[in-house]
């Protein structure tokens, strides 16, 4: 079955990056595209962006450039995301997910979530 | 960026009570739209796709509709474990977007 398992908590100081990890399984990693979608402390969700194992293509939503990075090793099948000069506005869920074709290309799939805690 | 106005914020409804959440797009996106609940310190879980169709695994109650650039969820007989926070999600043209949620309580 497909699953995405994200990486731990972190607690981080502004100014400082962090890098969280999205570990798939149960499917062929390089078919699917791999989305980050933000959720602030008691707020919605907020798409990021997308990669493209297979091809590394990427696509950023405009309000995060410049703030997140994504990238991929194909080898583990795992995808990451690197945030940037972290405020506090950055204190969030962060959760990758799947699409999948059988479901419209909708988010079928999502990981557990990553807790990023920006403080001093 | 297409805008997803979700409606009502929040809602407290009884037991077997029909309940309807509706997202207006501000754009044309067809059927590229999704809606999802999620429970306190979990992760959004797919409902509808495709603006009607019902996702593996999910209740019969619930469904989707769609007319023109509106959409609704209708869960036709509300349980319990029906509470949570509800969005929708075009899926249509980046950046996506998602309403801004919809909490929904039992009375």
């Known amino acids: 079955q497909v699953q995405l398992q994200q990486s731990g908590a972190e607690l981080v100081k502004p100014g400082s990056s962090v890098k969280m990890s999205c570990k798939a399984s149960?499917?062929?990693?390089?078919?699917?595209?791999i989305y980050w979608i933000k959720q602030r402390p008691g707020q919605g969700l907020e798409w990021i962006g997308r990669?493209?194992?297979?091809?590394?293509?990427?696509n950023y939503n405009e309000k995060f450039k410049g703030k997140a990075t994504f990238t991929v090793d194909k080898s583990s099948s795992t995808a990451y995301m690197q945030l940037s000069s972290l405020t506090p506005e950055d204190t969030a869920v962060y959760y990758c997910?799947?699409?999948?074709?059988?479901?419209?290309?909708?988010?079928?799939?999502w990981g557990q979530g990553t807790l990023v805690t920006v403080s001093s | 960026d297409i805008q997803m106005t979700q409606s009502p914020a929040s809602l407290s409804a009884s037991l077997d009570e029909i309940v309807t959440i509706t997202c207006q797009a501000s754009?044309?996106?067809?059927?590229?739209l999704a809606w999802y609940q999620q429970k306190p310190g979990k992760s959004p879980q797919l409902l509808i796709y495709?603006?009607?169709s019902l996702a593996d695994g999910v209740p019969s109650r619930f469904s989707g509709s769609r007319s023109g650039t509106q959409y609704s969820l209708k869960i036709s007989k509300l349980q319990v474990e029906d509470t949570g926070i509800y969005y929708c999600?075009?899926?249509?043209?980046?950046?996506?977007?998602f309403g801004a949620g919809t909490k929904l309580e039992l009375k």
């Open positions: 997910a799947r699409e999948d074709g059988t479901y419209y290309y909708s988010f079928a799939y």
């Open positions: 149960g499917y062929t990693f390089t078919s699917y595209y």
């Open positions: 990669i493209g194992p297979g091809s590394g293509d990427t």
């Open positions: 754009l044309d996106i067809g059927n590229w």
């Open positions: 495709g603006a009607t």
């Open positions: 999600l075009q899926h249509y043209s980046a950046p996506y977007t």
